[in-house]
């Protein structure tokens, strides 16, 4: 069948219809986890495999917190492969370039399902390759806290690492020498998957402010090291240097300025993109020379946005996963940066979510279309190169969405008939700034209507599309294969689109 | 007229396919001193298809070609066929690198049936700027560009922030381009992050009397363009101004404010309307 953003979706899935579709819908819960035993402490990954009886067949989730620092994935795949495991179903928050051992898993038949948010780097290769033997999921942080209290994805074991725990079995990240900050996407995994595993590389006698409550937390392993906290700075958290970035990251702010969303108690999140990064430097010069205030800035927080909290120019972070190092050191030492889970972040059926008190978001694109979706799951080629993350939650949620990037991105144009990959319906994104001209989603007449008399360049979509055409001439398709490797699955638990496999040839 | 004009790298894909996107008043393909060696004849290409097919050129167009003394001078100058380049701007200029390029542009002219071509010259050591009367009188000649990085090299001193080495050369430059009826442009400022420095070297250039300032980043062109614009002040003082000549037609000089207004005060104002009109401010 054919879902609302003109995609085909398979019989036996239920077609994404409209953002807010999940309203008429009755929220699910699960029982959240009750443990049975005392927590126990093991020395090692293998103990656990044993106690838990780990086999063939299970789900096995992980977070993401030490992004690119991250070794307990890598150790756990080490195990996997040793006993030789098959019919693995994997569910990390995120995969990262760093999580290298995946791949022969992958290969080998090892893993053969997956549930995730982001994916980049070898494991996206060889999936976007057609070498995953069943599927892969593609959720948002919102959508996967669902899928997870809902039972929609039900998770055996979670093996989350966590830099120090108590002799309760009590966690946190905000300390240790593999420091990651807040834990925000594992709460899910914590409070609903069958056993829980602590993986530390400290152990105290006691946490006095803790993220993960030890009633839920079956056993804690204690190995050498769990990370690098280095790695969890991302090349895509700094700012950008490139002239024409700056330039749309400029225009950006001044629209925002101009359209008076920027004033006291305002709310917002950028995306981690450098451009969308270079936003919140221009945000905060607006905000220092009116002497303005927000409420809070919220998301995967940077540096910038605990130089803000700290110049007092919001009330609170509310943070869901720290970006670099500031970050972490500013979660443990300043009351006011606030953790967040996932589901408090932007799960739809949550009440009051941080996504839903946003005035306004700034967002990349690696391809938008003529209707305003947006991709940011495949490159042009077809290959996984990222995820929605939470893309589609705060698209949805915010009171305005604007989605930044350069029209011609390596002679490529943004914006094409149909993007590759709907990743965030283009009903939720409301205003596209580009280098050479502003478009404002028709169905928002009150922006058009409030823009038209001033002085940036506003124009339609289909006006940006012919001026890339100019210069890059108009390029040849590109043909992905008719063989689905998986599926972009909605906030709300439908399917906005399908994945399939890249033209290997083609690259 | 112009205010600014940026440099962009020749051999720079990108920079080249964006060049119209950057607020600069005019763009100055470089062909010399930001191009490796290896690099020049893949610049050259470079410029010439975007020029030849690019549907989105900027509106004024400068090339900056290697000196006369190279081999790639004469290659550089025939892309003037493309019909695309307002001024060829040539470095290390003297009389007698002026003399050599006026040749070999009148016979790309003459054997293409070219319109004239107008040039800017970068006079940028010792020698330049003691002839620089003489330079700007040249024909061919529309605005000046100081290199001030070249002209301390060539005397052996440092640039500083303040720039009082190169007071004098500046002040050739104004007096020499002034005085010929045409623009005189201002070294670039090499510091790209210092803002402060940039708006501090634009304004005293402008106080001295430079017309435009060239830029090495797109960053620096928002404060060039704000500094060489008349101010709002300024052009509600000069509307008010004639304003006020239309209703006292006959005077030679007049009152307005208790201020005299005459012949030298009018023809200001004008000039600031001018460029507010030309600027769209």
Not at chain 1, 193 to 218: E, H, R
Not at chain 2, 100 to 122: F, S, W
Request: with cysteine.
């Amino acid at each position: 069948m054919i879902n609302s953003v003109k995609r085909f979706i398979p019989e036996n899935l239920r077609p994404y219809q409209s953002s807010d579709e999940y309203k008429i819908r009755k929220r699910v819960l699960i029982d959240k986890k009750q443990k049975q035993l005392k927590t126990v402490f093991l020395n090692s990954i293998e103990e656990a495999f044993d106690l838990f009886d780990i086999k063939s067949d299970m789900c096995l989730s992980f977070h993401h917190h030490l992004r690119n620092g991250d070794f307990v994935i890598q150790k756990v795949c080490e195990v996997i492969k040793n006993r030789d495991l098959k019919n693995l179903h994997f569910a990390p928050s995120s995969i990262f370039p760093s999580y290298t051992n995946m791949v022969d898993l992958i290969n080998n038949g090892n893993i053969t399902n997956i549930h995730t948010n982001y994916i980049n780097g070898p494991v996206a290769k060889t999936i976007s390759e057609g070498n995953l033997e069943g599927k892969i999921i593609m959720n948002t942080h919102g959508g996967r806290a669902r899928a997870i209290e809902s039972g929609d994805l039900k998770i055996d074991i979670a093996f989350l690492a966590c830099p120090v725990v108590d002799k309760l079995g009590n966690g946190t990240g905000s300390y240790g020498k593999s420091a990651c900050g807040t834990l925000g996407y594992a709460i899910s995994d914590l409070e609903y998957a069958d056993k829980v595993i602590l993986v530390t590389d400290t152990v105290v006698d006691k946490i006095d402010k803790y993220q993960f409550d030890g009633k839920y937390v079956d056993a804690v392993i204690q190995i050498n090291q769990i990370g690098d906290s280095k790695g969890i700075i991302s090349g895509t958290t700094k700012l950008t240097k490139d002239p024409i970035g700056l330039k749309i990251a400029k225009e950006c702010s001044m629209v925002l300025d101009y359209l008076g969303v920027i004033k006291n108690g305002f709310s917002m999140q950028t995306g981690a993109g450098k451009t969308s990064l270079a936003v919140v430097k221009y945000v905060r010069d607006i905000m220092i020379a009116k002497g303005i205030k927000g409420s809070f800035a919220s998301g995967g927080i940077t540096s910038s946005y605990v130089q803000m909290l700290e110049e007092n120019l919001f009330d609170n972070l509310y943070d869901v996963q720290c970006f670099d190092l500031e970050a972490v050191d500013s979660y443990r030492k300043n009351k006011d940066h606030l953790g967040m889970s996932a589901s408090e972040y932007g799960n739809p059926y949550e009440n009051n979510t941080i996504a839903s008190r946003l005035s306004f978001v700034v967002l990349g694109a690696a391809e938008i279309d003529l209707d305003f979706n947006v991709n940011v799951t495949t490159d042009s080629l077809g290959y996984l190169i990222g995820g929605s993350g939470g893309h589609a939650d705060i698209a949805h949620e915010s009171d305005l969405t604007v989605v930044i990037s350069p029209l011609v991105k390596s002679r490529i144009p943004l914006i094409k008939d149909e993007v590759i990959t709907v990743t965030t319906p283009g009903c939720d994104v409301d205003i596209l700034i580009t280098e050479r001209g502003i478009a404002v989603n028709p169905k928002r007449v009150d922006l058009l209507k409030r823009l038209k008399n001033s002085q940036f360049p506003l124009v339609s979509i289909k006006e940006l599309y012919d001026n890339a055409h100019q210069i890059t001439g108009v390029p040849r398709k590109i043909l992905v294969s008719d063989e689905v490797i998986g599926y972009v699955e909605y906030r709300d638990g439908s399917y906005i689109d399908c994945l399939y496999k890249a033209n290997k040839q083609k690259r | 007229m112009f205010r600014s004009l940026l440099f962009i790298p020749g051999n720079n894909p990108s920079m080249i396919q964006n060049a119209d996107v950057f607020s600069a008043d005019g763009i100055i393909f470089d062909l010399e001193d930001s191009v490796d060696i290896y690099e020049k004849g893949n610049a050259r290409n470079l410029i010439n298809n975007y020029l030849s097919s690019g549907n989105t050129c900027p509106s004024l167009i400068v090339l900056r070609v290697n000196p006369i003394d190279t081999a790639f001078f004469e290659k550089d100058i025939e892309l003037i066929k493309t019909k695309k380049i307002d001024y060829i701007l040539l470095p290390k200029t003297n009389m007698d690198a002026l003399n050599v390029l006026d040749e070999v542009l009148l016979e790309i002219e003459n054997k293409y049936d070219l319109e004239k071509t107008k040039v800017l010259a970068l006079v940028e050591s010792a020698k330049s700027v003691i002839q620089i009367f003489k330079i700007a009188k040249n024909k061919r000649v529309e605005g000046i560009l100081l290199g001030a990085e070249d002209l301390c090299n060539d005397l052996e001193i440092d640039r500083t922030n303040i720039g009082n080495e190169i007071l004098f050369a500046r002040s050739r430059v104004i007096y020499a381009c002034t005085s010929n009826n045409i623009i005189s442009i201002d070294t670039p400022n090499t510091s790209i992050s210092d803002q402060k420095l940039l708006r501090e070297d634009c304004l005293n250039a402008k106080n001295l009397g430079m017309k435009a300032k060239s830029s090495i980043h797109p960053s620096q062109i928002e404060i060039i363009n704000e500094v060489f614009s008349p101010s709002e002040k300024e052009i509600k003082w000069a509307r008010k101004v004639l304003e006020s000549v239309e209703l006292n037609v006959g005077k030679g000089a007049f009152s307005l404010d208790g201020k005299m207004i005459d012949k030298p005060i009018i023809l200001k104002a004008e000039k600031i309307i001018q460029k507010a009109n030309k600027f769209k401010i």
